[in-house]
C-alpha cells in the first residue's frame, strides 16, 4: 500500500468538497488503487467558521507555509487561489522543501507558472493542475498524456461557466445582460470580485494560456492573450444572431498562425449545429482539432466543489504512481516564446449591426462600402422594428471571410456617414 500524507491550504468550495469526497470514499480508493489518500493537515484563513466536516480530525495551521515546510507532508494542495500572494508562497516553499504539489489555480499557473514549473523540475517534482482548467473535464491529462503525440492545430472551447450562463440565460429568458448578473450573483454563482474576471473574460483567458503552452510548447505568458468579455452583449445581437442559425458564446481558441501564437477569448456566433452551441448553462466544453481526431470533443462540469476536486483527486492519484514528473508533458527547455499574432491579420467571417435611420438609399450606400473594399457579403437582414420613423433600425450584416484590418477600415467609413447612429456593433463567427 502507498500511503500519501496530505496537507490542504483553502477549505473553500473545493477544498471542502475534497476532504468530504476522501472521507466517504477511502476505502473505495484504497480497495481499487492500494493508494490510502491521508489528510494530515488543513488551513484555511478563519478557524471558527463553519464547514461541512469536522476540522477536529486533521491537524489545523493557523499558517499554510508551515504544512509546506513540514517533513510530514509528501503533497501540498493549494485551493486558496490568490493570483501570487500567499498561494504563491504555499507553492514555492512546498517544492523546495521536496513535496508535490496539486493546485486549481489558473491565475497563478497562467501568471507564474513557468519559475514554479522549472523549480519543480529541478527537484523532479509534480506540479499538478487538472483542477485548473475546466474544473472536472480532464482535459489536462488528455493533452498531456493520451493525445501527447497527435500535433495539435487547434484548440477551443467554452472555458468560464458564469459567462455562459449568463448568455444562456439571456437567450432563454429574453433578459438584459444586467438582469441576468443579477440573478447570477443572487444566486451566488458569482460573486462581484469574481465577476470582473469572469465577465472580463480573464479567467477563460487564463485557462487558455495553460492550454496554449500545453498545446503548443508556448511559453506560460498571459500577455499573448487577447481579451473581450461579454458585458457588451446585447439580448437584441443575442436575437439577431438565432434568427440567423446562431448562439452567441464566449470562446476561447488557441493556435499558431505563421509561427506566431494566436490566443482569443471572445464572444462569438456559433452555428446551432456546432456541438459548442449546445453547451450550455455553467457547463464547459473543449475542442481539440489534432492531425489525427478532427474534433475531439470534451463536455462537462467546468466548476463547482465536486467535479473541481475530482480532479484534485486524478492528480494525486498520478503522484502515487509516478516517479518521474514531465509537468507539462514536455521537458520545460522545449518551450519557445512566440511572438503574438496581431488580431488585425486574422481571418474571419463577422456579424455587424449598423443602427441607420430608416430612409431610401440607406442600405445601397453601406452595401456600397463593402462591394468598395472587396468584402463579400454573405447575408442582410433589414428589420424595420418600429414604426417611429425618427428612430434608427438595425441593419445586420454578416461577412464571409475578411481579413479584420480591412473590415475594420469599412466600419471606420461607414460609422462617419450621418445616417448612422450608434457605433457599430462587431462579433466574429466561430467557424466550425
Ligand atoms: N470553485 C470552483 O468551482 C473552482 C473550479 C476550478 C478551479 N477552482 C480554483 O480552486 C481554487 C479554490 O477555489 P474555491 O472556489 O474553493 O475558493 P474559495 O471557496 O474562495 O475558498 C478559498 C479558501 O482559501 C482560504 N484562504 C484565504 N486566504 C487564506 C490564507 N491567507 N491562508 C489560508 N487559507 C486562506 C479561505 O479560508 P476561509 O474558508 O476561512 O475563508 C477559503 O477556505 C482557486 O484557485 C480557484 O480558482 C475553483
Redesign the pocket.
Known sequence: MKQLNIGI????????ALIQTVEENKNYFLNKTDVSLNIVGI?????N?K?NFNISNYAWYD??REMSKNDQFDVII?????EKG??YEIIELALRNKKHVV??????IANHGKELFELANQYSLALSYE??VA?GIPVIKTIKNSINLDKINRISGILN?TTNYILTKMQEDNLSFDEVLKIAKEKGFTSDQESKLDIGGYDAAHKLTILSTLCFKSNLNFNNNYIEGISNIKIEDINFAKKLGYKIKLISEACIIENKISNFTSPKLVQIDNPLASVDNALNAINIETVHLQNLFLEGE????K??ASSVLSDLYDISQNEKFDNLGFKIDKLQNYEKYSSENIINSYYLRIMAEDKPGVLSSITNYFSDFNISVKKILQLPENSDVDKPIPIIITTHNVKKEKLSNVINKIESLDFVKEKIILLAIHDN
Open positions: 491550504a483553502g477549505l473553500g468550495n473545493v477544498g471542502s488551513s484555511a484563513k478563519t478557524k467558521k464547514r499558517d499554510p493549494e485551493l486558496i487561489g490568490e500567499i498561494s493546485t486549481g489555480n489558473k491565475a497563478l483542477a485548473a474544473g461557466g467546468g466548476a463547482g466543489g467535479p473541481t
